[in-house]
């Protein structure tokens, strides 16, 4: 999984001009920089020098070509050092297994290694404690804090953050703010108390405060998991209620519930973790094993929920029309790893409730051995990430609230 990383910048005297321009109109700079490679879901943090100075450090995000072997890198959300620092001073204190890439970096620019962008963020935080609260997402105490977590925790964070993250992808909204995450000294209960404006003691859980965020104009309070998002573009909005491990989860048998308020309607997500399997080619598939215990008993619950929704009359109204009114999906996909720096959605494949009652009927998901398992071939189709995120943030499908029984 692609983390977080480092890259050296160089800036010429008029280069440097530009830049302090940008830095004062709170822009994007853009600079051509040899060609390179990084994962546009996770943090790029760029160290700007000048002059033998480092003088800034922002975000930064690999662009678009920019010619022959060179691409383009934009920097912004930029933070002055107060009192520039010797670069020479700052190899000078770098461990020594460290100094000889990092100093190449230093002389030529370009991304750091793990390692070395590692060290760099502890050696500034050594010689300028307060230059830059941006390395403190990126020190080594925070990747302690959350190496100390439990498997049992990290695996719930995950599954909360991507449910997070699909609501912000919903909603169309910039799904950045979530990598500026970080874990208190307790263990956190939810993925929320992490977000700097969300930071909370109590319990039971209540989002507040998310505000600030970029593209947030309305966040609701509410006394259990669940945030109020709404678009400045297009004013849709969403509300997505975190019931992994609640009490919600045994009454629905899902993990999250997404409810687009525009349209009044509620779709609700299992998530199910598939396993490698080699095959004889010597490549590896996932595959979901079946009959699965934990998953029957899911599937029991969602049915009584349809049960009750199928007494109640239909909506009428052109908002309510859907091409299925069953709101339960699952979502088979690779064992979730705990990365909250990286943004991206984990690949997966939605299937709704109706097709996967169809699929665990099948014999075409018949292994080699007799064994029951679901695979990306044997499905034949699925809605991805992009899929998902466009029929339910337009509620094609789901249930009216009108339907949801009181």
């Known amino acids: 999984m692609a983390k977080a990383s480092g890259f050296i910048v160089f800036l010429s005297k008029d280069r440097m001009t530009t830049f302090l321009e940008c830095v004062a109109e709170e822009c994007t700079f853009a600079e051509p920089v040899a060609d390179f490679q990084h994962s546009r879901t996770t943090p790029l943090v760029c160290f700007v020098v000048s002059a033998g100075k480092l003088t800034h450090i922002g975000l930064g995000r690999r662009g678009v070509r920019a010619g022959t072997g060179l691409s383009r890198l934009n920097i912004e959300k930029t933070e002055e050092i107060p009192e520039p620092l010797s670069v020479r001073k700052l190899l000078n204190r770098l461990p020594k297994r460290n100094a000889a890439s990092v100093r190449k970096r ?15 963020v502890e050696t500034i935080r050594q010689l300028a404690p307060q230059a830059s609260s941006l390395l403190d997402r990126f020190s080594q ?10 498997a049992k925790a990290r695996d719930n964070l995950a599954q909360q953050k991507e449910a997070l993250l699909t609501a912000l992808s919903i909603a169309g909204l910039s799904r950045d703010p979530v990598q500026e995450w970080t874990p208190s000294d307790e263990t956190p209960v939810s993925f ?7 930071r909370l003691r109590e319990d039971p859980m209540v989002i507040n405060d998310l505000q600030n965020l970029p593209g947030f104009e309305v966040i609701k309070t509410y006394t259990y998991g669940a945030a109020v998002f ?5 004013s849709e909005r969403l509300t997505v209620i975190l019931a992994n491990r609640l009490p919600l989860e045994e009454q629905t048998g899902t993990d999250l519930i997404y409810f687009n308020e525009t349209y009044q309607s509620f779709v609700m997500v299992q998530y199910k973790a598939m396993e490698r399997e080699d095959r004889e080619s010597g490549l590896w598939e996932p595959v979901f094993r079946i009959p699965n215990r934990q998953l029957k008993e899911e599937i029991d619950r969602m049915d009584v929920v349809l049960g009750a929704l199928k007494a109640c009359a239909p909506n009428t109204e052109i908002g309510g029309f859907r091409l299925t009114e069953n709101p339960f999906f699952l979502k088979l996909c ?9 943004v991206g959605l984990v690949p997966g494949m939605y299937l709704p409730l109706d097709y996967w009652k169809l699929l665990e009927a099948d014999p075409g998901i018949k292994g080699p051995k007799g064994g029951l398992r679901i695979t990306y071939e044997n499905a034949k189709r699925h809605l991805d990430n992009t899929s998902f995120t466009t ?5 094609w499908v789901g249930v009216g609230s009108r339907m949801i029984p009181h």
């Open 106 to 120: 230093f002389q030529s620019g370009g991304l750091l290694t793990e390692k070395g962008f590692s060290a760099v």
């Open 141 to 150: 105490a925070r990747t302690g804090r959350i190496r100390r977590l439990s």
């Open 192 to 198: 929320l108390d992490g977000l700097p404006s969300v």
């Open 230 to 234: 709404e678009s400045e573009e297009t």
């Open 334 to 342: 690779s064992r979730l790893v705990f990365n909250p720096d990286d």
């Open 391 to 395: 029929v339910v943030s337009k509620a």
